[in-house]
């Protein structure tokens, strides 16, 4: 089966918001067999989206657009369809209720022009949309498809998952089962991992390795095809055991698992707690901690300690410290994470500080320098990393990177390095 994908929207084609839908559609497709030779991004343009349209169905089997389903006059993608399919719009009664009372638990009243989510092309299956009043909907047309869903990134990738891909399944007409399982690696680069798992990556045709790097880390995708699900789960656990012999201690989880979440249950499970000082990250780690429900359990300070005084005043560094070694220092940075651990009683203190730029930088301590530092018990451990010019970058680099020290000493593998 081939696929094509249109975004629509003309804040697209002004650079006004970047458009992630389709690359996790693209993901998606790739992991159940469907091949994707065009994306196709146009305006607001009723006439434009029809064009646009014709010739998707001209080469692909089925067509996914995103976008153009609200409420205003230049959501125009139902009235494009209904034209090319010759169908016209028409009320859907259960729909136009459900509408209204997702209004009336806002307290609110569902608006005239809201009343236009509720029409469809005639024939059309109606895709559920949890999250908003812009439910999707999909067409069949001269042996071909067309499926439609709202373009806000929240409402379109839940829709994906549980509308779109168990509707396109239903259409493919191979029996094969397509599954396949993420690995999520960190604290290596993505040439050097290539470089380690080139030989199985260039070996195998089934199941297929694929990498794609973030700024949280490397997701490494097996996929496998196969006659049933058992098969496919053999020929993934195979992959993955070789895969794990190389790389076993850079791999924090798998599929959905987060990085802070992974570590956080870890906190749980053995029963410590953590409190975290910040300088150049200004609270990044503190927030990507309590994004895990629960964290309150083991996450018992965050302090931004982003100037010298507040290091000298609340962390108790000295001040003689910081003149002798700057405030970016190994130094620092261990005692920033003992101050914490002292003023909050915890288990374990995480600090970090470094020159997030783009200013500030010099030969010796350039851009991008950052000292990491994790005390414990009796000891303390320190990590010295350089990632660059670009500050919300090293940011984030800088958050990630405590969060994965951390994670590391909880495995014991601090000890061992």
């Given at each position: ?9 003309t804040?697209?084609l ?126 069949e ?51 050097k ?5 080139r ?31 058992d ?77 010298n ?10 001040d003689?410290?910081?003149?002798r ?93």
């Open positions: 089966m081939i696929a094509e994908i249109v975004s629509i929207g804040e697209l002004l650079g006004q918001i970047v458009d992630t839908n389709s690359a996790f559609l693209s993901e998606r497709l790739a992991a159940i067999g469907v091949d994707l030779y065009h994306k196709t991004v146009v305006g607001d343009n009723v006439r434009r989206i029809e064009d646009v349209l014709k010739l998707a169905l001209s080469r692909s089997d089925i067509v996914i657009t995103s976008g153009g389903l609200g409420p205003t006059e230049d959501d125009c993608t139902k009235e494009a369809v209904s034209n090319i399919t010759s169908s016209p719009l028409e009320f859907d009664k259960e729909t136009l209720e459900n509408i209204r009372k997702i209004f009336s638990s806002r307290n609110s009243e569902m608006p005239k022009n809201n009343e236009v989510q509720a029409m469809f092309p005639r024939g059309s299956k109606i895709l559920t949309n949890p999250r908003g009043t812009a439910p999707g909907f999909a067409i047309f001269n042996g071909k498809a067309i499926v439609s869903l709202p373009g806000p990134p929240r409402e379109f990738k839940p829709m994906i998952d549980k509308e779109v891909i168990p509707y396109i399944c239903s259409r493919l007409k191979s029996s094969a089962v397509i599954k396949s399982k993420v690995l999520k690696i960190v604290g290596i680069s993505e040439s991992l290539s470089e380690i798992l030989d199985i990556f260039m070996s195998s045709s089934n199941p297929t390795l694929a990498y794609l790097a973030g700024e949280k880390g490397i997701t490494l995708r097996i996929t496998a095809k196969a006659t049933n699900r098969e496919a789960d053999n020929l993934i656990s195979g992959m993955e055991e070789q895969v794990r012999k190389r790389i076993d201690k850079l791999i924090f989880g798998v599929d959905d698992d987060t990085l802070e979440g992974v570590v956080g249950k870890m906190l749980r499970e053995k029963g410590l707690t953590l409190a975290v000082a910040e300088s150049c990250t200004g609270g990044l780690i503190s927030d990507r901690i309590t994004d895990v429900p629960g964290s309150s359990e083991y996450f018992m300070l965050g302090a931004v300690t982003y100037s005084w507040a290091k000298k005043e609340v962390l108790k560094v000295q003689e410290m910081m003149k070694y700057g405030a970016v220092s190994k130094e620092v940075a261990q005692a920033m994470a003992e101050g914490i651990k002292k003023i909050s009683g915890t288990d374990i203190g995480v600090a970090v500080t470094g020159i997030a730029g783009p200013s500030g930088g010099t030969s010796e301590k350039p851009v991008g320098l950052v000292h990491i530092a994790l005390s414990a018990k009796d000891k303390s451990y320190h990590r010295e990393y350089r990632f660059g010019g670009e500050r919300l970058r090293n940011k984030s680099f800088s958050a990630y990177m405590a969060i994965e020290m951390l994670r590391r000493y909880l495995l014991g593998y601090l000890d061992e390095e």
